[in-house]
């Protein structure tokens, strides 16, 4: 059974950084995406951005030049660098898998009902 689970949220002020981390388990197939989400109070769930095992990325265009997201896929960890954070960027972090695919496609990894697997979640707050 797959396992993800995130660390490395918290609170900073506008203009700092975060780098998530989401440690996967029981990941296997080499063909995957993998997805960060994120979900602000009152707001639906939002992807922010995607890798598949190639290294092949993808982001939303309010992050691109901002946050980062790379993977390490010997140790199947996921990581969310996030740079020049603004206080609309707080929200419930998640990562997100799908495997059986050969790349993220081009809307799959945007929707939340296309990847079974989830984390629990890691929180950031940005404010002054």
């Known amino acids: 059974q797959v396992r993800l689970v995130e660390s490395g949220g918290g609170s900073v002020q506008p203009g700092g950084s975060l780098r998530l981390t989401c440690a996967a388990s029981?990941?296997?197939?080499?063909?995957?995406?993998l997805v960060w989400f994120r979900q602000a109070p009152g707001k639906e769930r939002e992807a922010v951005a995607a890798?598949?095992?190639?290294?092949?990325?993808k982001y939303i265009e309010s992050v691109k030049g901002r946050f980062t997201i790379s993977h390490d896929n010997t140790a199947s960890i996921l990581y969310l660098q996030m740079n020049s954070l603004q206080p609309e960027d707080t929200a419930m972090y998640y990562c997100?898998?799908?495997?059986?695919?050969?790349?993220?496609?081009?809307?799959?990894?945007?929707?939340?009902?296309?990847?079974?697997?989830w984390g629990q979640g890691t929180q950031v707050s940005v404010s002054s």
């Open positions: 890798i598949d095992h190639d290294g092949r990325t």
């Open positions: 997100a898998a799908r495997t059986g695919l050969p790349n993220c496609g081009a809307t799959t990894w945007t929707r939340p009902s296309m990847l079974p697997y």
């Open positions: 029981a990941l296997t197939d080499t063909r995957r995406c």
